[in-house]
């Protein structure tokens, strides 16, 4: 009996340290959670139980963005992208055109459909929403004036489907890039490049890639004269920097301005580097512009922010730049053809 109650004993207590092991396990596991969604400063409960994107590596190539935007009249282009990145890992390196039209042409004949495409690729609805939250601003119905005939002055409204973004460099004005996201800075403390250089000449007028309203606007060391505009379903925050010394923004501009894609926000220069400010300490003129992608307000500032490389976008971007003139009297530049969205109505 004494033997039978020994052991007895000790399995009251393995059971017992089973539980707290388990208990240990369950912590362990929601404070990982918890730092894993924590933005700088102190989360609240409500923020540690959110799920959304952490991080996008976005690596789609320019001549993929052209391909599926032109199928884009018949399927969405954004999905068919995410079919693509599904079953590559988001690796375009081994691209084929034929890939895409093979895939479009089933979809298009109601051989297969997405979501059947969807339910056998496990990440399909992460690409989705990570491409749909870069691109999303970037396509769909608008209005733009025209001239009534060819060389006439009078203009008229036309309606049109497809890419209505912007080269953030208006047309007609040279520039040179090269892909330099990643690369290291060390001005102020280490850190890496978080946006696409476009080199050129000061006085360049830039350009609002998608409409949005102005959210930060002034002088920041390192951007030097710089500007932020949120799209307008808050997904995406464009920021454009080192602007012109003495003239750095479009004269209409203040913090809370409704901006149009294809207007004129401002003026290539090479300020920055600087506390002090309307200095101009960066060596070469060129826009440095940033695209971050917000999918929750944490993640707007700290360590949290989620910036994409921007140079396969500027090359997507560059077959549709905005024309311009410049007003002699205010000396500010403006689009010669106004736009609408339908979300203006």
Same mark, same amino acid.
């Given at each position: ?122 990440? @399909?609805? $992460?690409?989705? &929403? ?6 999303? *601003?970037?396509? =769909?119905?608008?209005? #733009?004036? %025209? ?39 060390? @001005?102020? $403390?280490?850190? &890496? ?6 080199? *050129?000449?000061? =006085?360049?007028?830039? #350009?609002? %890639? ?44 203040? &913090? ?9 926000? =401002? ?79």
């Amino acid at each position: 009996m004494r033997v039978k109650a020994f052991f007895l004993c000790i399995l009251a207590e393995t059971l017992m340290l089973c539980l707290l092991c388990i208990n240990y396990v369950h912590t362990c596991r929601k404070t990982s959670r918890t730092m894993a969604f924590a933005s700088s400063g102190t989360e609240t409960q409500e923020q540690t139980e959110k799920e959304f994107i952490k991080w996008v590596d976005f690596k789609v190539p320019h001549e993929v963005l052209d391909q599926a935007c032109q199928w884009e009249v018949s399927l969405n282009w954004i999905e068919l992208l995410a079919c693509l990145a599904s079953a590559n890992g988001g690796d375009f390196s081994g691209y084929k055109a034929s890939q895409m039209d093979e895939l479009a042409g089933k979809l298009v004949a109601e051989e297969t459909t997405i979501q059947e495409i969807a339910a056998d690729r496990k990440y @399909y609805s $992460y690409y989705l &929403e990570a491409y749909t939250a870069v691109l999303g *601003g970037m396509v =769909g119905e608008y209005e #733009i004036q %025209v001239p009534k005939e060819e060389g006439a002055e009078e203009l008229v409204w036309e309606k049109r489907y497809g890419l209505k973004a912007f080269s953030p460099v208006a047309k007609g004005y040279e520039y040179y890039d090269y892909d330099d996201f990643g690369v290291a800075r060390t @001005y102020g $403390y280490k850190r &890496e490049h978080l946006g696409h250089d476009m080199m *050129g000449q000061t =006085g360049t007028p830039i #350009i609002a %890639v998608e409409s949005g309203y102005v959210e930060a606007m002034g002088w920041n060391q390192y951007g030097g004269w710089r500007l932020g505009i949120r799209s307008f379903d808050n997904k995406r925050y464009y920021y454009y920097a080192h602007l012109r010394q003495n003239f750095p923004y479009h004269k209409s501009l203040k &913090e809370g301005s409704r901006v149009q894609a294809g207007d004129v926000i =401002g003026y290539l220069g090479h300020t920055g580097y600087s506390a002090k400010e309307n200095v101009n300490n960066i060596d070469t003129p060129h826009l440095h512009w940033g695209l971050q992608l917000i999918f929750d307000e944490s993640q707007k500032e700290g360590n949290s922010e989620i910036w994409v490389d921007c140079y396969e976008l500027t090359r997507f971007l560059s077959q549709n730049r905005s024309e311009t003139v410049k007003n002699q009297e205010t000396k500010d530049y403006s689009r010669v053809y106004a736009m609408r969205e339908s979300t203006e109505d």
